[in-house]
């Protein structure tokens, strides 16, 4: 198992390529690793015959461990007598349907037993431990497609209990599932952790038991702000249209460009300062979450931002992140807004310093001079590193921020 | 009884020949350097035919044995910074050239050769035998030698395939105003195919300093002159061009010389090109160390008639009658360089097992296979990328192709190596389309009218590309004229990067429209995208917009690759947003462009085709990613928009205009099956045009070509083929 990316410790064999006694060229995918935030090809470093496999696909493998053993030109099958492979978690898949019969050709070329399915519904219903066989098929030649797969997903889920079906094919892009109960006698159903759910676990575990956190509260007024985006917007012409969150990136980005210090990272041995401003975007996805990452973000105009973010949050959403796209970041923002959350503490996402929890923008009563008026109010909170920034130093930061949302020309100079 | 006038030609056409005098007034040293460089290579040469007679040898080997006289005889009138090509037989020509080049004070008969000579012969010997530490890193061999620095620009495999890229360096110089020369040498058998014969036009209609240097050497393989023409006196094609020409006895080394020394002077003094003939023999057959006799297509009496001419035997004689050589001075001249080539071949070649085999470790690596297939790209690293949706200036609508005469004028005016050409690029009022309008008025030298020969002007274009002084603007009027220049264009162009090493340049722009739906017919309505996309040295850009259009041109031009900007009649009419006064960003090569976002399909298309497109989605209430490609060349395709597309989708549409049998669609298609199989819910479905190619008349064109019903009925195939038809 092959260090895919840095710090990976271990990796989830999604599926092999190859098969044991298939030629491998130097340089071809022989496998798919899932890894802790994506699943990534894995090239074989040289030639040979893949002779075992040792770890089957779902089985989960740390690092340096063997996978599978490639035969070199020349070396025997029999040089691998007595290693065994080792399979992923769980009940084994018992394959149960019968062999086909080929000897039957019908009409248009298609086998009667075989089952037609475009790949997608194969690995759909796979992933959903479904037998496709029954399925009525709506694509072409009675082809099953993924709509028949979510409908047949649809109808069963309504049955009180679902039977699970043998599966000749296992496929972990996504957590199996498997119904069981539990010692209580209480039903539930237990799901495989991704790879993704654990390296969340860990890292926050770690963070919220080894960083000794304060928090910070600041109220923004952000009327001008959003008088100030509807003007911007109105004049695009469509080129593009700002949220609210990119003003929110963008100041955050001139705050860290104006108050450096926050911009490091605590380590044992010493403290590791950044000279760029990069800012992670916590982004959910159906798996969990990532943080891609704008890099420079103090440097780019408001579109460029906007355009970027998108961008990356989409492809977050699609599992097509980049490496390089998600790791790193000096300061992480966090936004729950748009779920009306009117403020809250997030957990530091290590091994930055700073964490921005944004909440919702809410019509509130001020008080102004003697009298309470209505404002548009948005509650942030900085969560920090009291090993790495003082009280003073993130209180100047965001105090910072506060005065560029608060004034958004700001934004432009 | 008509009367009839006899006429004359219009250039001359002479004879030339030595006399006792010449001999007795040419300097020694002259004469000692002719022998020593013709003893080399000969010696050479019989080296390469021994290692072939062993096995040793992968491909060809053909000599040149007994026609030294041509190219170490022209060899000797250039200088340092002249520059030569040839074709397949042409070991002697690149040697002449080289040993011209590290010895430029001559060669003495009986001095020791310098590690320069013996370097020279180690790599051109290491190249033939297809090593890494050869010219070409083993890539060329024997059939494409090429040494820029010492003027030797590569030769080539393709009979008569290089003179046009002569004619193109010979117009660099021309422009530079340097006074250099190009020989460019060929056989009896490359004086009748049409690469020849249109660059001599061109080059004379022009006035380049190219000499056509014919070596005749009386057969094409087995194929005689005589069978091949009824006027086997090859130097009389000159008059047909206006292209003075001389007919020299190659086996007279001294008698090449001067035909050659006149020639120069008259190639430098600006009067244009130049022939000359030399009548030579290869004591060989085409390759390997047999003589033609042994295949019976000549007798032994000719070939050693012919032998007793021999040009080195020649070259002794008349120095010994001068007492400037002995005999043991030239067995001894011919016994160093024998044991220089024995010890060249002896660093090259081992015993292994009682077996002769190259050194192993001086093979190429085998992942040295597609480097430099194309270039890296760094030359538009720090070029300043803008997309239309994060554009600072003004946006306007502005008529396509009065943006593409916009923003060539605007390069031109700013970049002076710029020079475009093309069939009426410089007449009626900007080409037939308007499309270079106003860059004849503004730059009248540097827009070039061209004759109706596309394989020789665009292989001249290819010429000034790899030259590197200037850079060519190629127009073909109609695409499908590719297939006339098709040599130059796929087996030059495309390859000549990879082929001679992977290092050189071909910086060169090739803009051409296509024209479904004006009524061309057959022969003027294909969309070359799917051709081009086979020849993997060319990029491909295909802008949908006139702001894209602006961004991808000059990310062209800048490019060190062939780059073809596919251009559509449809859109040159069309408007479309524009930058307004900013013509000098760039939009990078291998990016596509999301234009619009949706679940139901990922739809894949490119130029003339997006509007449609996009129009018949609103039309259909469909919900697609459509995705214009913009570069489409293999290297160019843009994964990482299209996989994660694919990604949400599940559903493949790639729409394009063109009959099926050069479509585009297919090897993309290919790809995306085998990197995205399992994302896939049915197969890549495909719009495209009908199996014939488009004809005249206009109900059948329409036919022909996919159009806004094509469209409409693949997104309703791919809708139903996912089990969600739409509603009729």
């Known amino acids: 198992m092959p260090a895919l990316s840095a710090g990976m410790e271990e990796g989830t064999i999604a599926r092999w390529l190859k098969a044991e006694g298939d030629t491998v060229e130097q340089g071809e995918i022989i496998a798919e690793v899932e890894t802790d935030k994506a699943v990534m090809e894995f090239e074989a470093a040289q030639a040979g015959v893949l002779g075992k496999i040792v770890a089957r696909e779902g089985a989960t493998v740390g690092v340096n461990e063997p996978i599978a053993f490639l035969l070199a030109v020349g070396e025997q099958q029999e040089s691998l007598i007595g290693i065994s492979a080792r399979a992923p978690p769980g009940p084994s898949p018992a394959v149960t349907s019968p062999a086909p019969d080929i000897s039957k050709p019908v009409a248009n070329g298609y086998h009667a037993d075989r089952v037609k399915a475009s790949p997608l519904a194969r690995r759909i219903a796979a992933r959903q431990g479904m037998a496709i066989a029954g399925l009525q098929g709506s694509g072409p030649n009675g082809r099953v497609v993924r709509i028949d797969v979510e409908r047949a997903k649809t109808s069963s889920q309504t049955e009180a209990v679902a039977t699970p079906v043998a599966r000749a094919h296992t496929f972990t892009m996504e957590p199996a599932v498997h119904a069981d109960e539990g010692p209580e006698g209480l039903p539930y159903r237990k799901v495989t952790h991704s790879q993704m759910r654990k390296t969340i676990a860990r890292r926050l575990s770690d963070a919220k038991r080894t960083i000794p956190h304060f928090y910070l509260e600041a109220h923004c007024e952000i009327d001008a702000l959003l008088d100030f985006r509807g003007a911007l917007n109105e004049q695009a012409n469509g080129r593009y249209k700002l949220s609210l969150n990119d003003f929110v990136i963008k100041a955050v980005a001139l705050a860290t460009q104006r108050v450096p210090e926050v911009n490091r990272s605590w380590t044992d041995e010493a403290m590791h300062v950044f000279d760029d401003v990069d800012i992670a975007i916590a982004v959910a996805t159906d798996g969990g979450l990532i943080t891609p990452v704008v890099r420079q973000a103090d440097r780019k105009s408001l579109s460029a931002l906007s355009t970027e973010i998108s961008s990356l949050a989409a492809r977050a959403r699609a599992g097509a992140l980049q490496p390089h796209e998600y790791q790193g970041g000096g300061i992480t923002v966090s936004n729950l807004g748009m779920y009306g959350v009117s403020g809250f503490s997030a957990i530091i996402n290590p091994p930055q310093s700073c964490i921005l929890a944004v909440g919702a923008a809410e019509r509130r009563p001020i008080v102004r001079g003697d009298a309470c008026v209505p404002a548009t109010v948005m509650t942030c909170t900085l969560s920090v590193d009291h090993r790495a920034i003082d009280g003073a130093v993130a209180a100047t930061y965001l105090a910072e921020f506060k005065l560029l949302v608060e004034q958004p020309l700001q934004l432009l100079a | ?728």
Not at chain 2, 88 to 117: C, M, T, W
Not at chain 2, 227 to 247: H, N, Y
Not at chain 2, 433 to 450: E, F, I, K
């Open chain 2, 1 to 728: 009884m008509p009367k009839t006038r006899t006429l004359a030609p219009s250039s001359s056409w002479v004879e030339l020949s030595t006399k006792p005098a010449d001999w007795a007034d040419a300097p020694p040293a002259l004469l000692e350097t002719m022998l020593s460089s013709m003893v080399l290579i000969r010696t050479f040469e019989e080296k390469v035919l021994d290692l072939a007679g062993q096995g040793l040898v992968h491909g060809p080997a053909h000599s040149a044995i007994g026609q030294e006289g041509g190219a170490t005889g022209s060899a000797m009138a250039m200088r340092g910074s002249d520059q030569v090509n040839g074709s397949h037989r042409a070991h002697h020509q690149f040697l002449a050239k080289a040993y011209n080049f590290v010895a430029p004070d001559g060669l003495g008969h009986a001095q020791e050769f310098s590690p320069n000579i013996r370097s020279v012969s180690k790599r051109a010997l290491s190249e033939i035998l297809g090593l890494a530490q050869g010219y070409c890193k083993g890539r060329g061999g024997s059939m494409h030698l090429r040494w820029a620095e010492a003027g030797n620009l590569g030769t080539n495999a393709i009979v008569g395939g290089g003179v046009p890229m002569a004619a193109g360096a010979a117009w660099a110089h021309k422009r530079a105003g340097t006074g250099d020369v190009v020989f460019t040498y060929f056989g009896d058998g490359a004086v009748n195919i049409g690469s020849v014969l249109e660059t001599m036009n061109l080059a004379a209609a022009w006035k380049l300093p190219v000499c056509f240097f014919i070596e005749n050497n009386r057969y094409a393989v087995s194929t005689t002159v005589e069978e091949a023409t009824a006027e086997p006196r090859l130097s009389s094609r000159g008059l047909a061009f206006g292209i003075p020409a001389w007919k020299v006895d190659g086996m007279d080394p001294l008698a090449v010389y001067l035909a050659s020394v006149a020639a120069t002077e008259h190639m430098r003094s600006g009067a244009g090109p130049t022939i000359i003939e030399a009548d030579v023999y290869r004591f060989f057959h085409q390759n390997g160390p047999l003589p033609g006799s042994a295949f019976g297509y000549r007798t032994k009496e000719e070939e050693a008639h012919w032998r007793s001419r021999d040009p080195i035997d020649r070259v002794a004689t008349e120095m010994a009658a001068r007492q400037l050589i002995g005999d043991d001075a030239l067995v001894a001249l011919r016994t160093r360089a024998q044991a220089l080539m024995d010890n060249i071949s002896g660093e090259l070649i081992e015993e292994h097992e009682g077996k002769r085999r190259i050194v192993p470790a001086l093979w190429p690596s085998p992942d040295f296979r597609d480097f430099g297939i194309r270039g890296d790209l760094l030359e538009l690293a720090d070029a300043r990328m803008v997309e239309q949706d994060e554009f600072a200036g003004e946006i306007v609508e502005k008529r396509f192709v009065d943006v593409i005469a916009d923003v060539m004028d605007r390069r031109m005016a700013e970049d002076s190596r710029i020079v475009v050409m093309g069939e009426d690029v410089h007449r009626l009022k900007g080409g037939t389309n308007g499309a270079t309008r106003g860059l004849s008025t503004a730059y009248p030298d540097r827009v070039l009218g061209t004759p109706i020969a596309e394989n020789a002007f665009v292989g001249l274009a290819g010429g000034i590309a790899m030259d590197g002084r200037y850079l060519p603007v190629v127009e073909f009027m109609y695409p499908d004229f590719m297939w006339v220049a098709a040599d130059q264009v796929f087996n030059q162009i495309a390859k000549a990067r990879h082929m001679f090493g992977g290092d050189s340049e071909m910086p060169l722009v090739l803009r051409t429209k296509v024209a479904m739906g004006t009524g061309y017919g057959s022969q003027h309505s294909m969309d070359p995208a799917g051709v081009f996309a086979t020849s993997v040295g060319w990029r491909i850009v295909a802008p949908s917009t006139p702001f894209d259009y602006v961004g991808l041109m000059n990310s062209a031009l800048r490019c060190k690759d062939p780059v073809l900007v596919l251009e559509h009649v449809d859109l040159y009419s069309s408007k479309g947003p524009a930058p307004s006064g900013d013509l000098d960003y760039c939009i990078p090569l291998g990016k596509a462009k999301l234009l619009r976002q949706g679940t139901q399909m990922t739809v894949l298309t490119y130029l003339a085709m997006v509007r449609p497109v996009l129009e018949a989605i609103d039309r259909l209430g469909v919900e697609a990613d459509v995705i214009d490609l913009r570069s489409l060349d293999r290297a160019g395709i843009d994964w990482k928009t299209i996989g994660p597309s694919i990604g949400r989708t599940n559903n493949v549409l790639i729409v394009e205009q063109g009959s099926i049998g050069t479509s585009y669609g297919g090897w993309l298609a290919d790809e995306i099956q085998r990197r995205y199989f399992d994302l896939l819910d049915q197969p890549v479905q495909r719009v495209h045009g009908a199996e014939a190619s488009p004809s005249i008349s206009k109900v059948l064109e329409a036919a022909a070509c996919a159009g806004p019903a094509e469209i409409e009925a693949g997104l309703r195939r791919v809708m139903a083929d996912q089990g969600t038809p739409l509603d009729a």
